[in-house]
C-alpha cells in the first residue's frame, strides 16, 4: 500500500489545494493530508477548523484521510509508514522554498522522499493569504474556495471586524 502524506497550513483550504490532494489520490493508494504547523505563520482558523473544511472539501474521495500534526514533518511520515510527502508547486516561484523544505527533510531522513504536482494552471495565482483578504474586504471568493469554506470565511472574518471594532 503506497501512502502520501500532503502537508500544509491550509488557512483556509483553497480549490488549489484540492486540486493537488485529488490528483495525489489518483497515484496514491492512500492520501493523508495533513494540517501542519509553519511556525511562521499565525492562522485565522484553528486546527480544528481547518480539519473540518479540508474533510467537507474531499469527502467524496474515499482514499483521503485529514489529520492535524504538531512537530517535525519526517517524524510524522515515518509514524504513517508514508512512501512520500506531495507538495504542490504552482509556479518558477514556489521552487526555492520548496527545494528546502525538500532537501532539509531529506536530510532529517533519507527514507522519505518529497513528490512535487502541479495543480491546475487555473489556480497557479491563488494562495490562502489573497483569499482570506479578498473576504476580509467584502469581495467574493467563490471561485477560489469551495462553498462551505467560503460560508466559514465569511463567519470569521465577520467576528474579527467585530472584535476589532470592540478594541
Ligand atoms: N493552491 C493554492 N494555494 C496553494 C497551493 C495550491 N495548490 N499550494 C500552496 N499554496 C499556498 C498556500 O495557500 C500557502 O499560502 P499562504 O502562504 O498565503 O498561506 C502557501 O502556498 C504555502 O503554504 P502551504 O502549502 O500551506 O505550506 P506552508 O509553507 O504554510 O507549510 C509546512 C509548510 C507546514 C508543510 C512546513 O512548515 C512543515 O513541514 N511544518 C512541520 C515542521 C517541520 O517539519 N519543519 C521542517 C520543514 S523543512
Do not use: W
Not at 512520500?84 to 527545494?99: C, N, P, W
Not at 523544505?101 to 489573497?130: G, Q
Amino acid at each position: 500500500m503506497k501512502i502520501a502524506i500532503y502537508p500544509g497550513t491550509f488557512d483556509p483550504v483553497t480549490n488549489g489545494h484540492v486540486d493537488v490532494a485529488k490528483r495525489a489520490a489518483e497515484l496514491f493508494d492512500k492520501v493523508i493530508v495533513c494540517v501542519a504547523v509553519n511556525t511562521l505563520k499565525e492562522p485565522l482558523f484553528t486546527g480544528a477548523e481547518r480539519v473540518s473544511m479540508i474533510r467537507e472539501s474531499v469527502k467524496e474521495i474515499k482514499n483521503i484521510e485529514v489529520e492535524e500534526f504538531e512537530g517535525l514533518l519526517v517524524d510524522y511520515a515515518k509514524k504513517k509508514n508514508a512512501d512520500a510527502i506531495v507538495r504542490g508547486l504552482r509556479a518558477v516561484s514556489d521552487f526555492e522554498y520548496e527545494f528546502q523544505m525538500a532537501l532539509t527533510n531529506r536530510k532529517l531522513s533519507a527514507e522519505v522522499d518529497t513528490i512535487f504536482l502541479m495543480p491546475h494552471e487555473k489556480y497557479t495565482y491563488l494562495n490562502s493569504t489573497i483569499v482570506r483578504e479578498i473576504a476580509t474586504f467584502g469581495g467574493d471568493v467563490s471561485e477560489f474556495v469551495p462553498e462551505h469554506v467560503k460560508n466559514e470565511l465569511i463567519k470569521k472574518v465577520g467576528n474579527v471586524r467585530t472584535n476589532r471594532r470592540r478594541k
